[in-house]
């Protein structure tokens, strides 16, 4: 399933980058549905930074999944590459209660807008049906719905954190 999420925010390209890059743990507060953003790991490479961060969400579970998906289970591993000069991230999610489940993984571009920046988040998020202890042909049918909700969580998250952090660019 496809990922886009197109968001403007009314600071400089320079900034904004910046910011999202290395400062999205204070971005926090500003996030609705998110609890933390903990940086695991983080590495200067030749061309930008190397970073490990992990998501901490707290979101309401839909009743189908309730049985399966615990609270605890929404947190998620982002593993970005982010490119000074193209102002570029491609980044990797992995979840660890679906480790061999859930493959997603997309861009960030930043582009200069005036004096404000467009963000453009494309990805792709893909879902392996096989669940331990969850028969087959209940777990092909439930994949979709898992699908849907993991898209339902990450996009809208997504426009909301270029929006937190536009706010949160205001606040400084």
């Known amino acids: 399933m496809k990922i886009k999420s197109e968001s403007q925010i009314r600071h400089p390209r320079s900034t904004v980058y910046t910011a999202y890059r290395d400062r999205l743990p204070e971005v926090v507060p500003y996030i609705p549905d998110i609890k ?3 940086v695991e790991s983080r590495e200067q490479t030749d061309h930008g930074v190397r970073l490990h961060n992990l998501w901490i969400a707290d979101r309401e579970i ?12 929404l947190r998620w591993n ?16 992995q979840i660890p209660a679906f480790p061999d489940n859930v493959v997603c993984s997309g861009r960030n571009s930043f582009y200069a807008d005036g004096e404000h920046t467009r963000v453009v988040l494309t990805g792709d998020l893909q ?27 990450i996009t809208p998250n997504l426009e909301r954190v270029n929006q937190s952090l536009g706010d949160f660019l205001d606040a400084q």
Request: glycine share 2%; with cysteine; hydrophobic share 45%.
């Open 36 to 38: 933390e953003i903990r």
């Open 62 to 73: 839909p009743r189908m999944v309730k049985s399966f998906l615990k609270p605890e289970m």
């Open 78 to 93: 982002d593993y970005a590459e982010w490119s000074d000069e193209k102002m570029v991230c491609d980044w990797t999610l």
């Open 127 to 153: 879902i392996n049906p096989k669940f331990p202890g969850i028969p087959r042909l209940v777990a092909s049918r439930l994949a979709p719905q898992i699908e849907k909700f993991i898209v339902m969580l």
